[in-house]
């Protein structure tokens, strides 16, 4: 279970005031709101990629937030994967080099890239890859890496229709077993996918 208890973020301003989420350990979580309401400030908050100002973050009854740094830094990989919408991938190398950083089990790089339905771009450089493949890639090395909690933020945006779909749907099996929050632009489509 992951519990966000009163978070509060300031920048230079208050962005997120006394935010208050229980989310189970399965399931498919949508975020939506307006451009600079703070939803990547929120993702980056919970995945403790980002300091808070106020509240706590729990996770199976640990607090993230009252460990100390150093602890925080160790735990943070192992519960959290953060995809960004632009994911940095290793431009000169293929997809499955890339991904053997993260697994060294080739048959479970290439069950991940059946699963995901990029099992033909394999060899592919990454830099040929179009921006669904990319981020179907970078959903990959979070399953491989095998953190329990997905934080996507807006990986849907510069895809078309079909792709955001076929990208949502993925998630959404993944989410039978995982916690998967996700960033959406696209509200419509979001909230067809997702639970709550
Ligand atoms: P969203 O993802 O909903 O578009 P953000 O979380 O990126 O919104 O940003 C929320 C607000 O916080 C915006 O006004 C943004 O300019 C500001 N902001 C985001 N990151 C920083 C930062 N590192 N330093 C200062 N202000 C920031
Ligand atoms: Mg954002």
New binding site residues.
């Given amino acids: 279970m992951l519990e966000i208890k009163s978070l509060c973020k300031d920048?230079?301003?208050a962005?997120l005031r006394d935010v208050n989420i229980t989310l189970p350990d399965t399931g498919f979580v949508g975020i939506i709101?307006?451009?600079?309401?703070?939803?990547?400030?929120?993702?980056?908050c919970i995945g403790l990629l980002?300091s808070i100002t106020c509240g706590e973050i729990i996770y199976d009854d640990i607090s993230l937030t009252a460990i100390s740094s150093l602890k925080r830094d160790k735990i943070r990989g192992r519960i959290f994967s953060y995809i960004p919408q632009e994911p940095s991938l290793i431009e000169d190398e293929s997809v499955d080099k890339g991904l053997s950083y993260f697994c060294e089990d080739s048959a479970r790089r290439r069950e991940v890239l059946e699963m995901l339905k990029i099992q033909d771009k394999a060899q592919e450089l990454a830099r040929n890859l179009s921006g669904g493949e990319r981020g179907r890639v970078a959903i990959a090395i979070a399953l491989l890496r095998g953190a329990p909690v997905f934080l996507c933020?807006?990986i849907t945006s510069g895809l078309d229709e079909d792709n955001a779909r076929l990208v949502y749907r993925l998630l959404k099996d993944i989410s039978a077993q995982r916690l998967v929050i996700c960033?959406g632009h696209d509200a419509k489509l979001l909230r067809a996918f997702c639970d709550r």
């Fill in positions: 920048y230079d301003f962005v709101g307006e451009s600079g309401s703070g939803k990547s400030t929120l993702l980056k980002e933020d807006e960033v």
